[in-house]
């Protein structure tokens, strides 16, 4: 370490140097008064370099510093706890409060297997709101249509940006209650921070005009993207950070990753998927601690938005340039997808007496439903549609179905106008917008041609399927609001396809794609 010492000692010699140069060959106009603007404008420009070299010379420090502890630990044999965050001696610089708490900067980790080397981890941070949680649609969004591949490597971590335990408590049980499959996989974890982590608020400078209790908010949502981004740091290859009141676009994961692929020869500090403030912003994760370390340093100061365009002026606007040369610099360090792939949907802002009605114009409309060409059939159903929202339209790939409440023993038939000989099915109950409308405890069966397939299947010899009621056997089950699947060979044709439901439901139910394959 004490080479990179010397290394910074040096560093600030050559920039005492370079200032004492500027002064020492500044022009020598008649002018005494221009002369001395000049010499006041150079000095202001050095002033503006050194600040950025020291920056990223503090930055360099940190790294190795966390490097040498690593190796330290690894020389010993010790590993560093999977519990704490990364980077404490630089957080610590900035969060003084913290320096007689040893715990302060460590993760309570409520749900989750530890999953880690994935390419993408999305950050959702979450707050107490007064009117309504968007937390639960946020992520049930997010997972609509992420196919089994993709799920791999993924990991969505919710950051419960909160101290009060009966509240932590209550976010953890109602997402393992709505989402269990998920968070036993490990794609979803709950966090929470220290109940030190936090400073004392009450002390904050009023700037621009924002109340004390505003510019309380937005320092302790500073904290909040902090302690998510260090804790998500060394899970995955790419972050990105959303909120927990927004919708995704449909197809987003696979959007995201060709326009990573895209961009990769190219020089970015982050790619934005939406134009709304902090949201859909996507970052290395390698740069995660750079970004900390900037937002840490002035989290008293300025909004979060604010501080991501003054680490692009930092990086990429020459002091001697105008502003029409920074954007253009800036805009090359920015890349933004087009259409916006996240919507922000919430009204009720976290901060208290907040409407928050900001919409991403470049979102576009939604993708309600996925239309699909089936074979002929007759549709029949005990379930009561709403509007204009029918069987019939969604079977034919007009729209999406929409009905009342389903009770037990309501069913959907799929009468085909021939006997076909069918290779897979697909049924997806709700949409982006309304995912939570889904089938529960409900089977995909199917009604055999051949009397014989029917009974080879209540004698057990076919084990693809179980004896179902009216001659249907069953062939596959709605999980997660999906039923997919091929039917075995062995049944031969089938003359229809049932959707029988088990239990009665609290929620109207959604049909947004239905495929036949034959």
Request: charged residues 20%.
């Amino acid at each position: 370490m004490r080479s990179w010492h010397g290394k910074l000692l040096l560093a600030t010699g050559f920039l005492g140097c370079a200032l004492m140069l500027t002064i020492w060959h500044a022009p020598q106009p008649d002018n005494i008064s221009l002369q001395l603007d000049l010499m006041y404008e150079r000095l202001l420009r050095a002033e503006q370099r050194g600040e950025v070299l020291s920056y990223e010379l503090r930055n360099v420090l940190g790294h190795l510093q966390n490097l040498n502890s690593s190796t330290a630990a690894k020389t010993s044999g010790q590993s560093a706890p999977s519990d704490s965050l990364p980077f404490q001696h630089n957080a610590l610089l900035y969060l003084p409060h913290l320096q007689q708490q040893k715990d302060g900067l460590k993760p309570i980790i409520h749900l989750g297997q530890g999953r880690s080397g994935v390419s993408l981890v999305l950050g959702v941070p979450t707050v107490h709101r007064e009117k309504q949680s968007y937390l639960v649609n946020t992520l049930q969004s997010l997972l609509f249509d992420v196919s089994p591949a993709e799920r791999k490597e993924i990991l969505i971590v919710v950051f419960v940006a909160e101290t009060n335990a009966a509240f932590v408590n209550g976010v953890v049980q109602s997402v393992q209650n709505n989402l269990p499959d998920d968070v036993s996989s490990g794609m979803i974890e709950v966090i929470s921070p220290s109940p030190y982590y936090y400073p004392d608020f009450t002390d904050l400078k009023e700037t621009f005009g924002d109340s004390k209790e505003r510019v309380r908010w937005r320092t302790k949502q500073n904290l909040d993207y902090s302690f998510l981004m260090l804790y998500a740091q060394d899970k995955g290859s790419y972050y990105i950070q959303l909120e927990d009141d927004i919708v995704a676009k449909q197809g987003y994961s696979e959007s995201m990753k060709a326009f990573v692929q895209q961009e990769l020869s190219q020089e970015w500090l982050y790619l934005e998927f939406s134009q709304l403030g902090f949201i859909g912003k996507l970052f290395r994760s390698s740069d995660l601690p750079m970004f900390v370390e900037f937002i840490l340093m002035f989290h008293k100061d300025k909004p979060i938005d604010w501080l991501l365009d003054h680490m692009l002026w930092v990086k990429a606007c020459n002091p001697e340039k105008d502003a029409i040369h920074c954007n253009v610099a800036k805009a090359r360090l920015k890349r933004t997808y087009k259409p916006s792939l996240f919507q922000h949907v919430g009204l009720h802002s976290s901060l208290q007496g907040k409407m928050q009605s900001l919409k991403d114009k470049d979102f576009g409309k939604q993708m309600l439903f996925k239309s699909h060409s089936n074979p002929s059939a007759e549709i029949s159903s005990s379930l009561t549609h709403y509007q204009t929202y029918s069987l019939e339209r969604a079977y034919r790939g007009e729209d999406f179905f929409w009905g009342l409440t389903p009770k037990k023993d309501d069913y959907i038939i799929i009468k085909f106008t021939e006997p076909q000989t069918v290779k897979g099915f697909l049924f997806r109950s709700g949409n982006i917008e309304t995912n939570g409308d889904r089938f529960y405890n409900t089977t995909v069966e199917g009604l055999p041609v051949s009397s014989s397939v029917n009974e080879r299947v209540k004698k057990g010899e076919l084990p693809c399927c179980k004896p179902s009621s009216d001659g249907y056997v069953v062939i596959g089950s709605f999980k997660n609001g999906l039923a997919a699947g091929d039917v075995d060979k062995d049944l031969d044709q089938l003359s229809a396809i049932r959707l029988l439901v088990h239990t009665d439901s609290d929620v109207w139910v959604l049909l947004s794609e239905i495929l036949i394959k034959v």
